[in-house]
């Protein structure tokens, strides 16, 4: 078993608390009254920095989806506390509590959820257009966006005229367009193929390395391992966590073979 | 793997010196797999002997020595190309056996042993993913390499989290005690004769 190796340098604790965009503390969630009380989460305790990936594994049923949400403050925990970029949820008035949502959250869902009437840019504008923004300043902000995904020049296409991986990194840009500080994705690679798959893992972790903080949960290994840190989820409390890995060059020692 | 048929597919480019050929091996596996000049030298050896490759003089083998295929060679080639490796029998996998034991060791908790095992599994997948996410970027040879490791790590992933449902559900319905995983399950591997 491979424990804290050297490479270890404490994502996610040992940070200072003022790089946590997201900390969920002692974050529980229940359902429905005894006693047929469902414990969707059972004490959740988890610290996201800026640039960092994180990756959700677990069985479904382990609470995964719960979590994002709560982490999204779509729903609220039953206890606990979850702070975003140092800010407590709870207690925050409703109407600053939806500014927060669309000024520093991010979302990339499984089927994109892209409107089907606007172009790309105009989807990638909308968040910020929904805060406020003047059109024309969105714009920019969106057309950036896609650029930094290398659909820039999609601009000006509706959405069932993309492809599946265009449509994604088009969804991708709207959730990380302006300011975004925290991205929250469910399977967002969806049922594309594993090539392009993998291409919106890549955009993710390199929206990360500019500085966004992400939580993505996937059932899918293969997608987890683009993650800077990989949380397991079961029976809605953490079973395990990876340490960071060590850097590829260990993989490359001499080995024997016939 | 096979490096008789690696080194003779690399002769088919053209005639070749073995610390060449060590070098393009290497460099098309995307440095993965590195071999040792004894080792190369030790196969083309083999090659000429058994007629698949030929060199220009009957010297000692060295530097100096450059080696071509063989129309015998080119034969032998194509039809490994063609030929499926053996998959007919379940290799005895240490890990499945780990499983099956922690499944049925009074006081062990087989969840946590296979959690444990995800867990690594899961971090050797990153550092593969850190490596396709940097110089495989560029190398064909090691990105395929890497796809293939990678897919490989997954599917045991996948049984381990099929294992972990298959023995939740059976905790929850007790079988009746004959169908116990190791008595069971190994005389029927060997029956499929089990390798290695």
Same mark, same amino acid.
């Given at each position: ?130 805060? =406020? @923004? +003047? ?6 902000? &969106?057309?950036? *966006?896609?650029? #930094?995904?290398? $659909? ?58 500019? =500085? @966004? +903080? ?6 899918? &290994?293969?997608? *987890?391992?683009? #993650?800077?840190? $990989? ?28 | ?196």
């Amino acid at each position: 078993m491979s424990g804290p190796g050297p490479g270890r340098d404490g994502a996610g604790e040992g940070a200072s608390a003022a790089d946590n965009v997201l900390q969920l503390r002692g974050v529980s969630k229940t359902y429905g009254q005894e006693p047929a009380r469902v414990h969707a989460l059972g004490w959740v305790d988890l610290s996201v920095q800026a640039g960092e990936m994180v990756a959700v594994m677990g069985p479904s049923g382990s609470g995964k989806s719960t979590l994002l949400t709560i982490a999204g403050s779509l729903e609220e925990p039953t206890s606990g506390d979850v702070l975003v970029c140092g800010m407590a949820l709870a207690g925050m008035p409703p109407g600053r509590k939806a500014r927060l949502r669309r000024r520093v959250i991010g979302y990339v869902f499984q089927d994109f959820n892209l409107l089907p009437g606007l172009t790309a840019v105009e989807n990638a504008a909308l968040p910020l257009e929904l805060d =406020g @923004v +003047a059109v024309p300043k969105a714009r920019a902000a &969106a057309l950036a *966006a896609l650029e #930094a995904l290398g $659909v820039a020049d999609r601009a000006d296409w509706f959405p069932d005229q993309l492809s599946g991986g265009e449509r994604q990194r088009v969804a991708i840009a709207r959730a990380v367009v302006g300011d975004r500080r925290l991205l929250l994705a469910d399977e967002p690679s969806g049922a594309l193929d594993s090539v392009n798959a993998e291409e919106v893992m890549r955009l993710l972790h390199e929206a990360c390395a500019r =500085g @966004v +903080a992400a939580v993505v949960v996937t059932h899918d &290994a293969q997608l *987890a391992a683009w #993650a800077d840190r $990989v949380v397991f989820l079961r029976d809605g409390r953490i079973s395990g966590q990876t340490a960071r890995p060590p850097g590829p060059e260990s993989l490359l020692m001499p080995r024997e073979i016939r | 793997m096979s490096v008789p048929h690696v080194l003779l597919a690399l002769l088919a480019e053209g005639p070749k010196y073995g610390l060449q050929l060590r070098e393009e091996f290497e460099a098309g596996t995307g440095e993965v797999w590195p071999l040792n000049v004894g080792q190369v030298y030790k196969t083309l050896g083999r090659l000429e002997r058994d007629g698949l490759a030929e060199s220009d003089d009957a010297g000692p083998d060295g530097p100096q020595k450059r080696f071509r295929i063989t129309p015998r060679g080119e034969e032998a080639l194509a039809a490994w190309l063609r030929t499926p490796p053996d998959l007919t029998s379940p290799p005895r996998d240490e890990l499945v056996m780990k499983v099956l034991v922690a499944a049925r060791l009074p006081g062990t908790d087989a969840h946590e042993v296979i959690q444990a095992h995800r867990l690594y599994l899961v971090e050797l997948m990153q550092q593969w993913t850190r490596l396709k996410e940097g110089e495989a970027r560029d190398d064909l040879g090691l990105a395929l390499v890497v796809d293939a490791e990678l897919f490989r790590l997954d599917a045991v992933t996948r049984w381990l989290d099929a294992a972990d449902t298959r023995l939740r559900r059976a905790a929850a319905a007790p079988p009746a005690p004959a169908t116990a995983a190791v008595p069971a399950a190994v005389p029927r591997l060997r029956r499929l004769g089990a390798r290695r």
